[in-house]
């Protein structure tokens, strides 16, 4: 042979090789997971009954002035025509609770001092728990004066934002 | 001898060299006129969550939030989270985040990263094709941003379109396509335009705003997953390469439909790299030296009891409302008692231990027209108080444990 058809076959070989290679993972392509399909739960939904943990309370406002915060949990049995319940914010209690069959109402009034002791605002959080066959429902409202709701989201930076409602009996 | 040898080898050179030939037109069938006969397959990676090696805590891999300025009173902000590892021994969650904010000037990104739960302004900028390490199911991957698009466009072609003319009158006319010139580019997907996409997921989801889960979000045009081997090194190419890969994501998201228009509402805590941005109108930074519950009472709180000899009642707090009061720690208790509420009773004043124990940060005690109030023996017995504001009310004050 001469010697050019030497290196026309390096060059035929050299492609036929990367063909070869080429054509065997093209036949041998399979479907694989990597993985699992799971469904994270949101942070807001626990477990335990009665109990909501926001983290913070993200409030939402058009103007400003009147705050509110919209979230949903898991559904619950409950029954307020039988038992008494107490509603906690962060442990403080809404003294005026109002219980009906599937709603709990009451008012959180936080009030935080200065370093004279001299009160510089008051956070007055009305929060209503709605029992839902498919979800419950808790809304949260406020009005934002003396810088209320800034005080309340340096308040909840610190100590969260944790609604409970219990039953009276149990405190 | 030795010619025989040659020939051996030239008659084996040629036997491989067609051989291997044939492999290359095979190739070239199978890419050209045999497409529809190439098996294809389906790689799919599920990325949920990463575990924060130092507190156990499961992490969402992407969070997502989305302000999307719907009242115009703020700026458009679409933000993206990677709960990913500080490197592939997964020691810390360093997470990577970025924001890209919408407004007048124009649309422009920042990157952060969040340790510990600080914010800031990344020191490294990832660009397209950065790995970022995260895990699935107990083992390590990385993630990257390298997904490619293209774009092809049509130009008018004189000389085909002459050509394609001569042509037509035997094949018949197509100048819709054969008339034209095509240039196809490749580009490379931006994390502008991953942004983009995932704000536009949110602001679709039928989840609505607030905040969420989007599970499977596939992602696999802009995302692809990466081996990383015993000796960490990561694979030169995706996992699932050569077949439609899908990119599962699960993302923890909030969406908002109005303009993002302070620090607290971005998930960095910063907007445009500014931590003090603030066009709320809300005050910022403020603090205080102690907070405390503020507990309203009123005479509806309290029970009655009917003394024949006086033809009147005596009011207290149960012992039960007592009792739960005292559960609570950091509460600031104020007694409105409106003589004037009742009707057609005759009040006589505060029980004995009416509020025996019960710390009382202040009791105001009024009536509309002018009256006596006795307070009982006991009645604000170790209440704290001091002082007991009065509106038209005279007190008499049978040793209740306050002077006044």
Redesign the interface.
């Not at chain 2, 051989?19 to 290359?24: I, K, P």
């Given at each position: 042979m001469k010697w050019y058809w030497y290196i026309v076959c390096a060059v035929l070989i050299v492609v036929g090789i990367f063909s070869s290679i080429e054509l065997v993972e093209m036949f041998n392509v399979a479907s694989k997971e990597y993985g699992t399909a799971i469904t994270i739960e949101t942070k807001n939904n626990y477990d335990e009954i009665a109990k909501y943990d926001f983290g913070t309370i993200g409030f939402e406002s058009d103007d400003y002035i009147n705050f509110s915060n919209v979230t949903t949990f898991a559904p619950i049995e409950f029954d307020g025509k039988d038992k008494d319940y107490i509603l906690l914010f962060n442990d403080q209690p809404a003294v005026n609770t109002v219980v009906t069959n599937g709603k709990v109402v009451g008012d959180v009034n936080l009030v935080f001092y200065g370093l004279e002791g001299e009160k510089v605002s008051k956070a007055e959080l009305h929060f209503v728990v709605e029992y839902f066959a498919s979800q419950t429902k808790v809304t949260t409202t406020i009005t934002n004066e003396n810088d209320s709701v800034a005080y309340l989201e340096t308040y909840m930076g610190i100590n969260g934002a944790i609604l409970k409602v219990v039953e009276r009996s149990a405190l | 001898m030795k010619d025989i040898a040659i020939k051996t080898i030239?008659v084996a050179?040629?036997i491989?060299?067609v051989?291997?030939?044939?492999?290359?037109g095979?190739?070239?069938y199978?890419k050209t006129l045999g497409k529809d006969k190439?098996?294809?397959?389906?790689?799919?990676?599920?990325?949920?969550?990463v575990e924060d090696p130092q507190t156990g805590e499961?992490l969402?891999t992407i969070e997502a939030n989305y302000y999307s300025n719907r009242?115009g009173k703020g700026y458009e902000v679409v933000e993206l989270l990677f709960n990913c590892y500080s490197g592939i021994a997964k020691q810390a969650i360093y997470s990577r985040g970025f924001q890209l904010v919408i407004n007048e000037d124009g649309t422009k990104l920042y990157q952060y990263n969040r340790y510990d739960g600080v914010n800031f302004e990344t020191g490294h900028e990832y660009q397209w094709g950065d790995k970022m390490i995260i895990d699935?199911?107990g083992?390590t991957?990385a993630v990257a941003l390298d997904g490619e698009y293209s774009i092809t466009t049509k130009t008018f072609s004189f000389g085909k379109a002459v050509w394609h003319t001569i042509a037509g009158l035997f094949t018949g006319y197509n100048y819709d396509e054969n008339a034209f010139n095509y240039d196809t580019k490749v580009y490379q997907y931006t994390f502008e335009d991953l942004l983009i996409k995932v704000g536009q997921i949110l602001k679709s989801s039928s989840n609505g705003?607030?905040?969420?889960?989007i599970?499977?979000v596939d992602l696999g045009d802009f995302l692809h997953?990466y081996e990383i081997d015993e000796n960490g090194q990561v694979s030169g190419e995706p996992?699932?390469n050569?077949?439609l890969t899908n990119s599962?994501f699960?993302m923890?998201t909030?969406y908002?439909n109005?303009g993002m228009?302070w620090a607290?509402?971005s998930m960095f805590e910063s907007v445009a790299g500014d931590s003090q941005f603030n066009i709320?109108?809300?005050?910022?930074n403020?603090?205080?030296?102690?907070?405390?519950?503020?507990?309203?009472?009123t005479e509806k709180?309290f029970v009655a009891r009917y003394l024949t000899s006086e033809n009147g009642y005596y009011y207290a707090l149960s012992t039960?409302k007592i009792n739960?009061?005292k559960?609570?720690k950091?509460?600031?208790i104020n007694i409105d008692f409106n003589i004037s509420n009742f009707e057609d009773v005759n009040v006589l004043g505060l029980d004995y231990y009416a509020l025996y124990g019960l710390k009382i940060n202040s009791l105001t005690i009024s009536s509309s027209t002018q009256r006596d109030f006795k307070l009982l023996v006991g009645s604000l017995k170790d209440t704290g108080l001091t002082t007991i504001d009065t509106v038209n009310v005279n007190l008499i004050n049978i040793n209740s444990g306050v002077s006044v």
């Open positions: - | 030239n050179l040629i491989v060299t051989f291997l030939t044939l492999m290359s095979v190739l070239l199978y190439v098996p294809s397959a389906i790689t799919s990676t599920y990325v949920t969550t499961q969402p009242n699935i199911n083992t991957y705003t607030g905040d969420s889960v599970s499977l997953i996992v699932g050569r077949t599962y699960t923890q909030h908002d109005r228009v607290k509402q709320s109108g809300i005050a910022d403020v603090d205080y030296w102690k907070v405390t519950s503020e507990v309203e009472l709180d039960e739960e009061l559960n609570f950091n509460i600031e």
